[in-house]
């Protein structure tokens, strides 16, 4: 089992619909939970953050932490087509404090 | 400067070569971070760097090293280049610690024939 995994994808959804991204993880002693995006040929950008059970939202995006589930997610909402692009999750255990693992990412195409 | 630099942007090399890819950074950043991505895969850790003087090794770190001489740089080299380490390298950054929100070079494609 990898310790990070996504949905393996590609998502498509239509212009203005909720996107849903998900990610499992295998440590449950992890304490710090990352999305990224990254666009084709670019390198990743930080987009949310989450450390504590429940939701957290910044403008159209909201992750949701459960951590008795390992289960974190990314919710886009009013997506658009610049929202097309390969979103990574990475898990911080508190184990190794200062390394992050990463999800092999989902790949998201908002279709006009 | 303005974040994280990476030279050189991309580079074809000749198996059985030595390479050094640079990492600077200016955001006195503790931790620092090299990542290889192939091709449909995610982010794997090759070495990283908690603070200046330290270094350990990630996930892949066979055939690689790194040194950390100071905050701003961490240079990643390839003793000997093989076919089985093309790839894009990105080198972050991090404050370190529990909450490591990490930010990202642009990255160096690396081919080697």
């Known amino acids: 089992q990898k310790e990070v995994e996504q949905n393996s994808g590609p998502l498509s959804v239509p212009e203005g619909a909720i996107a849903s991204l998900n990610c499992t993880y295998s440590d449950r002693v992890s304490q710090s939970f990352f999305w990224y995006r990254q666009y084709s040929g670019k390198s990743p950008e930080l987009i949310m953050s989450?450390?504590?059970?429940g939701d957290k939202e910044d403008g159209r995006f909201t992750a949701q932490l459960n951590k008795a589930s390992q289960y974190v997610s990314l919710l886009i909402r009013d997506s658009q087509p610049s929202d097309s692009a390969t979103y990574l999750c990475a898990v911080n255990s508190g184990t190794n404090a200062g390394k992050s693992t990463f999800g092999d990412g989902t790949t998201l195409t908002v279709k006009p | 400067i303005a974040g994280i630099t990476q030279a050189p942007t991309s580079q074809i090399l000749a198996a059985g070569r030595r390479m050094t890819l640079r990492c600077t950074q200016d955001?006195?950043?503790?931790?620092m971070y090299w990542y290889r991505q192939d091709l449909g895969l995610g982010l794997r850790l090759i070495h990283y760097s908690n603070t200046a003087g330290t270094t350990g090794k990630g996930e892949v770190p066979d055939g690689y090293s790194v040194s950390r001489a100071n905050t701003d740089d961490f240079p990643l080299t390839l003793a000997s280049a093989v076919p089985s380490q093309t790839s894009v390298y990105f080198c972050?950054?991090?404050?370190?610690?529990?909450?490591?929100?990490?930010?990202f070079g642009p990255g160096t494609r690396l081919t080697v024939l």
């Open positions: 972050a950054s991090s404050s370190g610690g529990d909450y490591n929100e990490q930010f």
């Open positions: 989450i450390y504590s059970n």
């Open positions: 955001m006195r950043h503790n931790a």
